[in-house]
Each structure stands twice: as C-alpha cells, then as structure tokens.
T-cell receptor, first 116, second 109 residues
C-alpha cells in the first residue's frame, strides 16, 4: 500500500546526542515536510523540500538538519543544539500541481522524542 | 505571516448532536485543509477545500475564500469523532502550511 512510514515510533535522546528520525514515502511525491507538535499546540514547520537535493528552512529550523538525497526519503536530525527536543514529530508529503501549486499534504504516524 | 484562528477551542457534545467548527484566516489562501488528529496522534486528511463546499458522509466543509473563513460541519456525532480538529492554510506558492491551534472535540455516549 502507498503511504508514509516514519520510524521509530518512540525515541529517547541523551543530553548532547544527535538523533535521526526516518521518513520514507512510496507515493512518488515531490515535496516532503517535517513538523513539530508540542502538547496542546498546532503543528509548526521545521524544514521542507520541494525537490531532490534542495530544501528550505521552515519557521523553527534552529537545532535541526535535513537531507534529501532520494525522492522517497527525507530524514530529520535533531542535533544537540536543539535544547528542547521533546515533542511529537510528523513527516508529510505532497505532489506538485499545475503552476507549482501544491496538492494536499498527507502525514505519517509520527515519532515521539523524549529526553533521558 | 498568515494567521489562522480556530473556534471554539473546546467542544463537548452528546452522541448524535451536530456541530460547526470554524477557521478564520488573515490573508488570501490557495490551499486549505481540515485534519482530524485521533488520540494516538495520527493526522487524518478530512478535506482539501480552498473554496466551495464538499461532503463526505456525516462531514461537510465550506470555504468562503473572499471572506477568509472555513466551516467544518459534523452531523450525528459519534464517540469516534473525538479528537482534535486542525485547519491549515497555504498562502502563496511556497508550499508552507500554517496550522491553527486546533479544536478539541469530545463526544460523550
């Protein structure tokens, strides 16, 4: 079945440690996105990529890094510079419509990151 | 940037009741989506509705782009409708969705 797979579902980070969250999609979508959700809040955009080997910062990119070497994969690294990484992380993808408008975004099931 | 406001922030319904959830936005949009987040955190697409009206079973949505608001209607609510409902908009061609803070719906049996 087509979809977006995020792994792991739960992740624990020690102080000073970098961790990488995986996001894979088999929907043949060009665009991929990473969002962060804190308790009782909406989603905030961390990074997004509209094409392979290109990505842009979202609203809260500090302390995070991404890569987009393959169309189907968009991993997110939470670096030690991110001082408050405990949150729910959601990955999304969408196809590109005519005139560069975007089609609906579809989401994975998320990864919950906690600090040890 | 664009602002998205959802109301009411919390809603409690008895099973079988109808409800209307509202989303106001501060600028023109070329994409508007409604999502339902279930208790496990899964975010489910409900509607992609930058303008007009759509219906899907007991749910329907209307976006009046010229007046910068969208409404989500839930009829004959069920306990499985409980969760958080998010409205998200995209302004311009930058592909960035801006989310509202959500509406928490609790449907009681």
């Amino acid at each position: 079945d087509g979809g977006i797979t995020q792994s792991p579902k739960y992740l624990f980070r020690k102080e000073g440690q970098n961790v990488t969250l995986s996001c894979e999609q088999n929907l043949n979508h060009d665009a991929m996105y990473w969002y962060r959700q804190d308790p009782g809040q909406g989603l905030r955009l961390i990074y997004y990529s509209q094409i392979v080997n290109d990505f842009q910062k979202g609203d809260i990119a500090e302390g995070y890094s991404v890569s987009r070497e393959k169309k189907e994969s968009f991993p997110l690294t939470v670096t030690s510079a991110q001082k408050n990484p405990t949150a729910f992380y959601l990955c999304a993808s969408s196809s590109r419509g005519r005139l560069y408008s975007n089609q609906p975004q579809h989401f994975g099931d998320g990864t919950r990151l906690s600090i040890l | 940037g664009i602002q998205v406001e959802q109301s009411p922030p919390d809603l409690i319904l008895q099973e079988g009741a109808n409800s209307t959830l509202r989303c106001n936005f501060s600028d023109s949009v070329n994409n508007l989506q409604w999502f339902h987040q279930n208790p496990w955190g899964q975010l489910i697409n409900l509607f992609y509705i930058p303008s007009g009206t759509k219906q899907n079973g007991r749910l329907s949505a209307t976006t009046v782009a010229t007046e910068r608001y969208s409404l989500l209607y839930i009829s004959s609510s069920q306990t499985t409708d409980s969760g958080v409902y998010f409205c998200a908009v995209e302004a311009g061609a930058n592909s960035k969705l801006t989310f509202g803070k959500g509406i928490t719906l609790s449907v009681r049996p």
